[in-house]
């Protein structure tokens, strides 16, 4: 049963901070109730007395309508439905609120609908679950010619703005025409997939890459296999159209963060890009810091650096040479070599 209807007296109390409505037999609720309480820190949900069905209004208050900093629902069951997976996903991007008896998913339990069988959020979710008002005042313009000048300039105003847009956007519009053409409502990546990272670098940038990189990742064992937009992208398509395929066929993304490539607003574009393409997966997209302490961080940049793996290094970091050395010799790396290629292996 929808308890929408039961809980809507608690958008009344603007000002409350704890919400106890344990023992309550409340199913579940399909209208957000706690976006207007700014104030709101603790809600209670105990022992519900009945299996909870996760809905996509109750998840946007738990995380997204409030200032929420903990959370208990422990001591209940709840319906394996694709609503565990979101639960689950935004859990871990709120790390600030703390779930009671949550441990990372593996204190909470779903029933499987038909057989009964209980999952742990954990499990479940890592089975996967089958982003100009008018001219002032209204006198009237007796001058015919004053009138059309007038209205000629706003028209043409008005279309060069929308032209400037247009032109500043016109890569992000392009690709979400091609998301349009794909028909993708929503971004499908699984495995297998043909690379193990697309690297995400300047052209400043290049010599870096090439020679000391790429060959650290490719040559020396365990291999990579990477995708190089001057070696992998296929002829004929648009860039854009490249990208997007190298993203969604590469486990994850390597970017190579640079003084160079935060003042390219083609790499920016790129970034955001791929924020976007992995917006609901974690650990797949990773970050390789060259930058110095005295380089400008744009804040979008630094958004995507709260969220994702980071790694900081320089370009004078040693490498030996990995050619002349057994294999078993990978452990004896420097430690950001050794970090980086562990975590492109998870």
């Known amino acids: 049963m929808d308890s ?15 919400l106890e409505i344990g023992s309550n037999q ?44 903990v959370l208990d629902l422990s001591n209940n069951i709840f319906e394996c439905n694709e609503m565990i997976y979101k639960f689950y996903k935004y859990a871990q991007f709120y790390p600030d609120i703390y779930i009671v008896g949550y441990n990372n998913g593996t204190g909470y339990s779903c029933a499987v609908t038909g057989t009964g069988e209980l999952k742990t959020f954990h499990s479940f979710a890592h089975a996967g679950s089958d982003i100009i008002e008018g001219w002032g005042d209204k006198t009237e313009i007796s001058h015919p010619i004053l009138e059309i000048g007038l209205s000629s300039m706003s028209a043409f105003l008005v279309a060069g703005a929308i032209s400037f847009l247009i032109y500043r956007n016109r890569w992000y519009l392009r690709y979400y025409y091609i998301c349009y053409k794909q028909k993708h409502k929503q ?109 400008f961080i744009p804040s979008s940049i630094k958004q995507i650096i709260s969220r994702v793996t980071y790694l900081s290094m320089s370009v004078d970091d040693p490498l030996p040479s990995l050619y002349l050395l057994p294999s078993s010799t990978v452990f004896t790396l420097p430690s950001n070599w050794t970090k980086l290629k562990v975590t492109l292996m998870e």
């Open 4 to 18: 929408s209807t039961k809980l809507d007296f608690i958008k009344k109390f603007k000002h409350l901070r704890i």
């Open 26 to 69: 409340i199913r579940s609720w399909n209208e957000t109730l706690f976006h207007n309480l700014t104030n709101l820190e603790t809600v209670g949900m105990r022992k519900n007395l009945m299996n909870i069905a996760l809905s996509r209004q109750m998840i946007m208050d738990f995380f997204n309508s409030s200032s929420l900093k």
């Open 187 to 295: 971004i499908m990546r699984s495995e297998p997939f043909l690379y193990d990272a697309f690297i995400s670098y300047s052209k400043n940038d290049e010599a870096w890459v090439n020679e000391t990189l790429v060959p650290f990742l490719e040559e020396n064992e365990p291999r990579l296999k990477l995708c190089i937009h001057q070696r992998d992208f296929k002829v004929g398509n648009t860039i854009v159209e490249n990208i997007v395929e190298a993203i969604d066929s590469s486990r994850k993304v390597l970017i190579v963060l640079t003084k160079s490539y935060m003042s390219s607003s083609w790499c920016m574009f790129e970034s955001q890009l791929t924020q976007h393409r992995l917006m609901d997966e974690t650990g797949n997209m990773i970050i390789v810091n060259l930058t110095s302490d005295k380089d």
